[in-house]
């Protein structure tokens, strides 16, 4: 069997990919790059060897801070904001865009709020802890493009009210 074909798509063994597809994987893998080249761009020698060290669609959640957070939010469109505080909480204040899915509804199953599995999810809570918590979640889940910025007390971004 042919791994390349030159008609309407591309087969590869056991799948075949529409032009489409391939276009939508080149974008998040172009999404990944720019989160990438974020992180590093702003990380310590130290932190750059980690970054370097991990891999696209981890089975953990990976950490960044929240100046990295905000630099990939300006320099990307697609991607989802999640505040896993409590409704309260997130109604005393929350980032602009942020929608709020509290960590006890993450649970073992895909979210319809997060139908794709492959988009970057970026998580923050008060102080840290229920973001990482939320993140190792969904990568158990299934989601591959986890990352968690700590807290909302660190942020330096606005915040809505």
Not at 12 to 28: C, E, L
Not at 38 to 49: G, M, P, Q, V
Not at 71 to 77: D, G, P
Not at 151 to 160: C, E, F, L, M, R
């Amino acid at each position: 069997m042919p791994v390349f074909s030159l008609g309407k798509s591309i087969n590869v063994p056991n799948r075949a990919y529409s032009r489409s597809d391939i276009g939508k994987r080149k974008k998040r893998l172009n999404e990944g790059l720019v989160l990438l080249a974020a992180i590093l761009a702003t990380r310590s020698e130290k932190s750059d060897i980690r970054a370097m060290n991990s891999d696209v669609g981890s089975p953990e959640p990976r950490m960044i801070t929240p100046q990295e957070a905000l630099q990939y939010m300006k320099s990307n469109k697609e991607y989802a904001l999640v505040d896993v505080r409590m409704p309260e909480e997130y109604a005393m204040g929350h980032i602009p865009g942020a929608m709020n899915i509290p960590l006890e509804t993450i649970v073992s199953e895909q979210l319809p709020q997060l139908p794709d599995l492959q988009q970057t999810v970026l998580l923050y809570c008060h102080g840290g802890s229920r973001s990482q918590k939320a993140g190792q979640r969904l990568c158990a889940i299934g989601y591959t493009n986890v990352y968690c910025f700590g807290g909302i007390d660190t942020w330096t971004g606005s915040i809505v009210k």
